[in-house]
């Protein structure tokens, strides 16, 4: 669905990008344009991922944009995937959801 004159092309473009359905302007510059995006979703690449993400003029807006768009409701929270702004899942996963301290880890 890539084509703006497709049925749900507009809805699908607010729903990832807010009322203006545009990506934002920082993504011309991503490090990733040319990259496969399934490199970001493959577990058995993640240091490859990482390391596209570290030399990216654009990672912090990057990483600022998709922590407010994935912290926005809980199932983003919950189901968070693949490599973004030089972060991985499960970091992410670390940040929303801390491991509450045992017993053991206090003492
Ligand atoms: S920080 Fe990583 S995921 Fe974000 S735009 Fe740059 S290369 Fe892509």
Known sequence: MSNPSEPGYRV???LLF???GQPPAWRADAACADTDPELFFDSQHTADALAVC???PVLDLCRADHTT???ATRSRRFYASGVVGGTTASS???TY???KQSREDVA
Request: glycine letters at 12%.
């Open 18 to 20: 807010g009322l203006s």
């Open 92 to 94: 992410r996963n670390q």
């Open 54 to 56: 570290a030399g990216c």
């Open 97 to 99: 959801y801390p491991r």
């Open 69 to 71: 768009w994935e912290s």
């Open 12 to 14: 699908l473009m607010a």
